[in-house]
């Protein structure tokens, strides 16, 4: 079989990240806090729903374009696996930029479609941030600045730690797709959950100046921990030295 072109390799990971920020953030603008019925009851899918959505989009996203680019889809993750010798460094700036654009076209797209909502609606979500993630007053739960640097740190850190074991060449698996759902869960109230700076940049540029203030946070600290997990793996986990991958290795299994 003929390899994936570089090309190929960077629309692949523009597209899944468009799939996994469209569907996350969609989920999070139009159904999460949707309203009641005339029975009163519950409409929104509220936080578990939005956690969902995050499985099912890395999940699709996984299978349609993970045997092409690998499937990173985060930032945190190229830079995590690079750290841990299973993705070259020379290839981090294309796969970072890549997610970056597919994440704010995808944002793009759902201010598009909040142009011909109901009156008002795109100017409302945009006052609300735009499910930007943000410490204190930015925060669902009002966490403030210390609790977020934890979360976002420690979080992506356990993310990358489980890509890197279900993507082991002799002890993968194919069963790590709820972990980001479960991350979701347990965060979303302290920091609208990134361990994602392209998730991060493409609500922040639609959600105004306090989420772009406090923007450095998702791209610093989700990078920190996702360095600590690709630099620690293989002395905890993995002393065998492993070669440094030509191309990206799939990581679809983290769907």
Do not use: C
């Amino acid at each position: 079989m003929t390899p994936p072109t570089p090309v190929a390799t960077l629309v692949a990971e523009a597209a899944g990240t468009f799939l996994l920020v469209l569907g996350v953030i969609g989920t999070a603008l139009f159904a999460a806090n949707f309203g009641a019925s005339p029975e009163g009851t519950s409409l929104g899918v509220g936080f578990v729903g939005v956690a969902l959505a995050v499985g099912l989009a890395v999940i699709a996203g996984a299978y349609a374009f993970g045997p092409i680019s690998g499937g990173h889809f985060n930032p945190a993750v190229t830079v995590g696996l690079a750290a841990a010798g299973r993705f070259p460094w020379s290839g981090v700036v294309g796969y970072v930029a890549a997610q970056i654009v597919g994440g704010a076209l995808a944002t793009s797209v759902l201010v598009a479609i909040g142009f011909f909502g109901p009156e008002g609606w795109l100017a409302a979500a945009q006052q609300g941030g735009f499910a930007s993630n943000g410490y204190d007053a930015l925060s669902p739960g009002g966490f403030g600045l210390g609790a977020v640097i934890i979360v976002e740190t420690v979080f992506t850190a356990l993310f990358v730690y489980v890509i890197l074991g279900v993507t082991h060449a002799t002890r993968g698996t194919k069963f790590a797709g709820l972990a980001l759902t479960l991350i979701h869960l347990a965060t979303i109230p302290v920091s609208n959950t990134s361990v994602n700076p392209a998730r991060s940049i493409a609500t922040a540029v639609f959600g105004g100046a306090e989420p772009l203030a406090q923007l450095w946070v998702f791209l610093v600290f989700p990078t920190l921990g996702a360095l600590i997990a690709g630099l620690t793996y293989r002395p905890l986990f993995d002393r065998a030295r492993a070669t440094v991958a030509t191309a990206a290795p799939s990581v679809e299994a983290t769907a």
